[in-house]
């Protein structure tokens, strides 16, 4: 909420608004007072890395009231206030909507009794500008994919059942942990696909899942699942959400223990995408006021296909209550239909990769569908058919570091960093007079020859290919996709992940730039007379250069070109940069330089990069598997089952707003949607001071 409250009031400053803080909630707005105080621009500094909200929040039973209401009403005209922003959940937002709808009553009352004078308040009398920011940990606002704190709870549930799986290894021990969510599944469900849960309870689908094999017996369901995941060789078990422990030591005699997380999914520093939530929301909140008319009904803010969108306020509320009437009514499916498509989607992929494997599952494929998938730097396996982990990229490959994987040789991957099958820059030699486009980009360490690789893909009988990486393997499908012609052994279904808004790993890095440079302004801070250079990586992207100046509070991305022109100049490094800070400073600051470099991609995997990893996996399976079978009912002629030349099987996988989506790999980019954070991050550093309709070509004033 702090990062919020920082967008609002200096994009406020920026737009010429004068913003106000009040302390404890509706509490400060019924006090008065000194709880009621002008925000300027410095007072908002370093709110960025504070968790929970600076300025309070407190319950208000007296706001409930009529005359509470009305004391709220007199302090707000008392200071000038004309217009609201509320972050907080349903019931904030449905006072503020309540108050909105009251004011006109409200003021004339006050006026009526000699509490106010007609002249100081007929320029507020008429309206109140109410806008809602949703701040919840458990994202169950309707009209909005994500909410304020949803994800850095989410950062701080994955952190303790990290630490919780080493004594369940140690012990063999079963684990049923309870998060928070109310009404709402967002929670659980996320952290389960994020640590690999064993099973899950959801509000909106609670067991039994298969209702024509156990009716409502969800005991049986559970443990029927449970005791094959140990069968299969799991030392642990691993239940999110709560009331099962006495079923687990009663039926299948686990050693069990119950872990309550409680207020600890509250706090901790925000992550880095909930620095950039609230604070592209508190832009559009602004926005929104100054827009706000009279018939206008009360905006909410959200953020929906990654783009921020403004709703009706009391709509999102009612829907909201109208999830938690379904769930009291045992209304499941409509529960789930009103949840946004990604949780459903979410849930699929939770099914399919975390609840089905070894005999007997659920979704094995008949024996003349099931296909042997070749797996470049990362996968998991699919159910029904043959995966194969390629170690150490395409020269692992020639060199036939090829073996099956198993579902239990997976088990726990999804919370290591890096690459468990190892990965290089080996790329494939384009061949001569194909349309490839320049891989200069490409870092390549070397090249290995395409009829090596067609000869180890049909020695390994690999039907299907999987490529996880960057540029690299981007551009190593292209050269596969052109070679098609000279080698048949390409004509396979072949995908590239990702081809997207976020690529996988890139929500790690990103938090861990920000930890970083929330640690390095600390030691500016205490120092005070200190400038730090701080270089991220990117290649010929700015992506973690820009969301990291947005979430840090700092002009990374402006810093970075800045570098780059003087490297480009003057032949010279970053270090350059500390010196020309330093020399020009004249003594009044000092410079120093910190280059973050592999730190950026190591760590434990972020939430968000496991969640959109597991979905992108499911997707990519399901359709390897649909273009398999198109390719063998279309008969092309190969020489053998499933060969395909055509070029939409050969497509980059990829999410883009809140779809994912696949495009054949001969279509090119486009721009991508960070590209217009740049100005925002100017502006919220003072970099400079000018109104925002203005363009980028007017004179800045220096900060």
């Not at 078990?237 to 999914?265: A, E, M």
């Not at 330089?593 to 399901?622: E, F, K």
Request: contains cysteine; proline residues 4%.
């Amino acid at each position: 909420m702090n990062a919020a409250v920082r967008s609002v009031a200096r994009i406020a400053l920026q737009r010429g608004c004068v913003p106000f803080a009040i302390h404890e909630g509706y509490e400060g707005l019924v006090e008065g007072g000194d709880m009621i105080r002008e925000l300027g621009w410095s007072d908002v500094r370093g709110f960025l890395s504070i968790g929970g909200t600076v300025i309070g929040t407190a319950r208000c039973m007296r706001f409930r009231t009529r005359e509470g209401r009305l004391l709220a009403a007199y302090n707000m005209i008392k200071n000038g206030i004309d217009a609201l922003i509320v972050c907080g959940g349903d019931g904030s937002l449905t006072g503020a909507d309540l108050l909105r709808s009251e004011w006109k009553g409200l003021v004339d009352e006050l006026v009526a009794t000699g509490k106010l004078v007609a002249k100081e308040c007929d320029h507020l009398r008429e309206h109140l500008t109410i806008v809602g920011l949703v701040g919840s940990i458990d994202n169950d606002m309707s009209s909005t994919d994500i909410t304020i704190g949803a994800v850095t709870s989410l950062h701080r549930i994955c952190e303790s059942l990290d630490s919780l799986t080493s004594t369940a290894l140690s012990h063999q021990r079963a684990f049923v942990v309870e998060v928070m969510g109310r009404h709402c599944g967002w929670l659980a469900l996320m952290a389960a696909i994020s640590v690999g849960a064993d099973w899950v309870f959801l509000p909106e689908r609670p067991p039994p899942l298969d209702t024509k094999r156990y009716g409502t017996n969800w005991e049986d369901e559970m443990c029927d699942k449970l005791s094959q995941n140990r069968k299969m060789g799991s030392r642990i078990t691993l239940v999110i959400i709560y009331y099962v422990k006495s079923v687990l030591d009663s039926r299948l005699g686990f050693d069990t223990r119950v872990t309550t997380l409680g207020h600890v999914q509250r706090g901790g520093s925000p992550c880095a995408y909930d620095r950039y939530l609230a604070t592209v929301q508190g832009v559009e909140a602004v926005e929104a006021v100054l827009r706000s008319t009279p018939d206008t009904p009360a905006p909410m803010i959200g953020m929906s296909q990654h783009k921020i969108t403004a709703a009706p306020l009391m709509e999102a509320v009612r829907l909201t209550h109208n999830v938690a009437e379904a769930i009291s009514k045992k209304d499941f499916k409509k529960a789930m239909d009103l949840r946004d498509p990604d949780f459903t989607n979410a849930f699929d992929a939770y099914l399919e990769s975390h609840l089905i494997g070894g005999d007997g599952i659920d979704r094995q494929l008949p024996e003349n569908q099931r296909i042997r998938i070749g797996i470049v730097h990362t996968g998991a396996p699919a159910g029904g058919h043959t995966p194969l982990a390629i170690r150490n990229g395409f020269s692992g490959l020639c060199r036939s570091e090829v073996s099956e994987i198993t579902w239990q040789q997976v088990i726990g991957w999804q919370s290591k960093g890096g690459s468990e099958l190892g990965t290089n820059r080996d790329h494939p030699q384009p061949i001569p007079g194909t349309n490839v486009p320049d891989l200069s980009d490409a870092y390549a360490s070397s090249y290995l020859d395409c009829g090596q690789i067609a000869y180890s893909l049909q020695k390994h009988n690999i039907q299907a290919l999987m490529i996880i990486g960057g540029f690299e393997a981007y551009t190593s499908l292209v050269t596969l996709h052109a070679a098609r012609r000279t080698y048949p052994a390409f004509c396979i279904p072949c995908n590239n992940v990702p081809g997207t808004d976020f690529s996988i790993g890139s929500d790690t890095a990103l938090n861990s730039i920000v930890e970083a440079t929330d640690r390095i302004k600390l030691s500016a801070t205490a120092s005070q007379k200190r400038v730090f250079v701080v270089e991220v990586q990117g290649g010929n992207c700015g992506y973690l250069a820009v969301l990291g100046g947005l979430a840090s509070g700092i002009s990374l991305d402006m810093l970075q070109r800045d570098v780059k022109h003087l490297v480009a100049r003057y032949q010279e490094d970053s270090d350059l940069i500390s010196q020309i800070l330093r020399h020009e400073g004249k003594g009044l600051f000092d410079s120093r330089t910190t280059v973050l470099g592999h730190l950026q991609q190591g760590g434990v995997p972020s939430p968000l990069d496991r969640i959109r990893a597991t979905r992108l996996s499911v997707n990519c399976i399901d359709w390897i598997q649909k273009s398999f079978l198109e390719a063998i009912t279309a008969k092309q002629g190969g020489v053998f089952p499933g060969y395909t030349n055509r070029a939409e099987h050969a497509c980059v996988i990829g999410i883009r707003g809140a779809e994912v989506v696949f495009t054949p790999v001969e279509r090119r980019g486009r721009r991508a949607w960070w590209m217009g954070l740049t100005r925002l991050i100017k502006v919220l550093s003072k970099y400079y001071y000018v109104p925002l309709e203005k363009e980028d070509g007017v004179e800045e004033e220096e900060s």
